[in-house]
């Protein structure tokens, strides 16, 4: 299976590196509108073609997928000539900047007859997954509260600096991921109450966000998310977990430790992830998920699947960013049928 990646960027070498790792997938390609960082992917991965322009790496063509890891501005229209030149789609996250471009996204692939799978990969972290499997088989009854908590006061500016550019921060890049995990855990979502707040004065958007979710399936969860938490330990990056349910409770502490108990029986289990040979820590953990979600995508293409994290059930994590901002700015709880 032959791929190709446009935007070699901070974050792209993880993925360029689970490539690497995966059997029978070759990254032949690789696209960036900036000479000095698509060279130094490129000599590091040993990548021959090498394009400035992705409409020119789409016409010269060569490969089955193509992996777009540029920041969201972009992702509309490099989905759009992905789904015109017919290939198989990863994208980053944040999938849109709104509904009506993700639903444009979805649409140009259906219509293509090509898989489109987002790179929402926080719910495939080892740890969080282990909480998923654990609550899906019922370990602890039927979940009634839910807490998905990521709280750190780590410089992530020092490598995304146009994380503190933006109008909107921690919910539409951070925010998104735990969302999706609440989603995950506990189904999708009918009503969203948000509140948010910048404290660090050197940024443009909020940097702390606290939301409160109510769950078709009669869960009420709480989703808070800062990078104004000066603490120690420092966490980051991961995200800890509180649920109830009906026969016992289940939390994910810091230092990736899942404790369920129920049934008078408390086990505590280490969910800690390998740091992978090219990982290092902190970021390990979401380096490890890159690896799991860049492998689902491949088997998905192999086996004709649907991915988990398709474009299309992306549309109800964006839709939930997308609530929660429109709750803050207007001082209400927001149906999603309003999205
Ligand atoms: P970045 O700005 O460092 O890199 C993006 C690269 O894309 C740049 O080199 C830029 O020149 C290139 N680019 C942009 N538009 C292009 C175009 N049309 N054609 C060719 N090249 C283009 O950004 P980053 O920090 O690597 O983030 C990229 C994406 O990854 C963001 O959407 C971010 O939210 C996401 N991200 C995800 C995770 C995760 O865990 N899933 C973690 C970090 C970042
Ligand atoms: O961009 C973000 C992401 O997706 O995961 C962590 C991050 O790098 C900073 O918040």
Not at 227 to 256: H, M, N, Q, S, V
């Amino acid at each position: 299976m032959k791929g190709a990646l446009i935007g070699c960027g901070f974050f792209a070498r993880n993925q360029l590196h689970a490539w690497r790792d995966i059997d029978g997938v070759e990254i032949v390609a690789i696209c960036d509108r900036d000479a000095g960082r698509l060279n130094e992917a490129g000599d590091q991965f040993g990548t021959e073609h090498r394009y400035s322009d992705a409409n020119a790496m789409f016409a010269d063509g060569g490969f089955d997928f193509v992996d777009i890891a540029t920041t969201a501005p972009s992702h509309r229209p490099l989905v759009e000539a992905a789904a015109k030149a017919g290939v198989h789609i990863i994208c980053q996250k944040p999938f849109a900047e709104n509904m009506a471009d993700a639903r444009a996204m979805v649409a140009a692939a259906e219509a293509a007859g090509k898989v489109l799978m987002v790179h929402e990969n926080f719910r495939w972290q080892s740890a969080v997954r282990a909480a998923i499997d654990a609550l899906r088989s019922g370990a602890i009854g039927t979940p009634f509260f839910g807490r998905v908590s990521f709280r750190s006061g780590y410089d992530v500016y020092a490598g995304q600096p146009y994380l503190a550019e933006g109008k909107r921060f921690i919910i539409e890049d951070l925010g998104i991921h735990i969302l999706d995990i609440a989603r995950a855990l506990f189904g999708e979502v009918s009503a969203i109450t948000a509140s948010t707040k910048r404290v660090n004065p050197k940024i443009n958007g909020e940097d702390v966000a606290t939301m409160l979710l109510a769950h078709h399936g009669g869960v009420t969860s709480v989703v808070d998310c800062s990078y104004a938490t000066k603490r120690d330990p420092e966490t980051f990056p991961e995200t800890l977990l509180e649920i109830d349910g009906t026969e016992g409770t289940l939390r994910l502490d810091a230092g990736y430790r899942l404790t369920i108990q129920a049934g008078g029986k408390s086990e505590t289990r280490d969910v800690a992830p390998p740091v992978l040979p090219w990982a290092e820590r902190p970021w390990h953990n979401i380096q490890e998920s890159v690896a799991i979600i860049q492998q689902h995508f491949v088997d998905c293409l192999r086996e004709g699947l649907v991915p988990e994290t398709s474009g299309a059930d992306n549309l109800n994590t964006l839709a939930l960013v997308e609530a929660a901002y429109l709750s803050a700015a207007e001082g209400r709880s927001v149906s999603l049928e309003e999205m």
